[in-house]
């Protein structure tokens, strides 16, 4: 595994990724049988799930932002007059590390009131996440390896599952990358239509990223950034530099997003 101190060219770990994607990781999820998935969200409740809120304690929903709404799991702004950093997580309480995440999502409505620009149509899905009990108070992402999730503002173009690394890098090509985010190469959504992503992470591994079933992103070897606060707290409690397992959590961060299907495959680690 490549780190801030061992950032050589991993030629023949490539080849092997390759090989693999080659003969059918765009088509992995689709071999499988529609009975092995496993329904986070039961389109009725938040049951299994837990709030955590900037400046909050766990199990506060300020604002009731988290919410079911016509059996859509619903990032509401209806009770918020403006923003003030206080940036949301929902967790499933549950581990994963190797595992097929499938959501559709779409956005809707309108921004509320002092969201950063950045936050415009934007939501995502934290794999491998800190435990939201170890988070502090005051924290503002979880130390985790996002798939950004992103729509259009009607013109311009804007890919979506991009990859952020709060408290973590990842490996592409060869190369350990250190920026916070990394965009796809996928098409751009734009309104308030469904859209179809896929997150395939096996362990600390392989990370590959599909929306509507095109494969759109591919990484490798995600860990602990040893530079960032938060990454450092975990580290010095005992958790390793591979970031190979942690829960899932999608997010609030200033714009109403939908959630018509938030499911899981569990994959074999051989």
Same mark, same amino acid.
């Given at each position: 595994?490549?780190?801030?101190?061992?950032?050589?060219?991993? $030629?023949?770990?490539?080849?092997?990724?390759?090989?693999?994607?080659?003969?059918?990781?765009?088509?992995? /999820?689709?071999?499988?049988?529609?009975?092995?998935?496993?329904?986070?969200?039961?389109?009725?409740?938040?049951?299994?799930?837990?709030? $955590?809120?900037?400046?909050?304690?766990?199990?506060?929903?300020?604002?009731?932002?988290?919410?079911?709404?016509?059996?859509?799991?619903?990032?509401?702004?209806?009770?918020?007059?403006?923003?003030?950093?206080?940036?949301?997580?929902?967790?499933?309480?549950?581990?994963?590390?190797?595992?097929?995440?499938?959501?559709?999502?779409?956005?809707?409505?309108?921004?509320?009131?002092?969201?950063?620009?950045?936050?415009?149509?934007?939501?995502?899905?934290?794999?491998?996440?800190?435990?939201?009990? /170890?988070?502090?108070?005051?924290?503002?992402?979880?130390? /985790?390896?996002?798939?950004?999730?992103?729509?259009?503002?009607?013109?311009?173009?804007?890919?979506?599952?991009?990859?952020?690394?709060?408290?973590?890098?990842?490996?592409?090509?060869? *190369?350990?990358?250190?920026?916070?985010?990394?965009?796809?190469?996928?098409?751009?959504?734009?309104?308030?239509?469904?859209?179809?992503?896929?997150?395939?992470?096996?362990?600390?591994?392989?990370?590959? *990223?599909?929306?509507?079933?095109?494969?759109?992103?591919?990484?490798?070897?995600?860990?602990?950034?040893?530079?960032?606060?938060?990454?450092?707290?975990?580290?010095?409690?005992?958790?390793?530099?591979?970031? $190979?397992?942690?829960?899932?959590?999608?997010?609030?961060?200033?714009?109403?997003?939908?959630?018509?299907?938030?499911?899981?495959?569990?994959?074999? $680690?051989?």
């Amino acid at each position: 595994m490549l780190t801030r101190k061992d950032n050589h060219t991993m $030629k023949n770990k490539l080849c092997y990724f390759c090989l693999i994607f080659a003969c059918g990781a765009m088509n992995s /999820s689709l071999a499988q049988s529609d009975s092995e998935w496993i329904s986070l969200f039961n389109g009725e409740d938040l049951q299994n799930w837990r709030v $955590k809120f900037t400046g909050h304690p766990l199990g506060v929903n300020l604002r009731d932002t988290f919410r079911v709404e016509n059996g859509l799991l619903t990032v509401s702004y209806e009770n918020w007059d403006d923003f003030n950093g206080e940036f949301g997580h929902l967790f499933y309480d549950q581990v994963f590390s190797h595992y097929i995440l499938r959501v559709e999502y779409r956005f809707i409505g309108d921004q509320v009131t002092n969201g950063p620009s950045w936050a415009y149509r934007n939501n995502g899905m934290m794999l491998h996440s800190q435990d939201p009990r /170890s988070m502090t108070l005051d924290q503002e992402f979880p130390v /985790s390896i996002e798939s950004q999730l992103l729509g259009g503002n009607g013109v311009d173009a804007r890919t979506t599952s991009n990859v952020c690394t709060p408290g973590t890098n990842m490996v592409m090509d060869g *190369h350990l990358i250190t920026r916070h985010c990394t965009n796809s190469n996928s098409d751009t959504f734009h309104g308030n239509q469904w859209v179809t992503a896929e997150m395939e992470i096996r362990g600390s591994e392989i990370l590959v *990223h599909r929306i509507n079933g095109r494969v759109v992103f591919e990484l490798h070897d995600i860990q602990l950034d040893n530079t960032d606060s938060d990454a450092q707290a975990l580290l010095a409690n005992g958790a390793e530099l591979e970031l $190979k397992k942690g829960y899932v959590a999608l997010q609030a961060e200033s714009h109403p997003t939908q959630f018509r299907v938030i499911e899981i495959l569990p994959l074999a $680690k051989e």
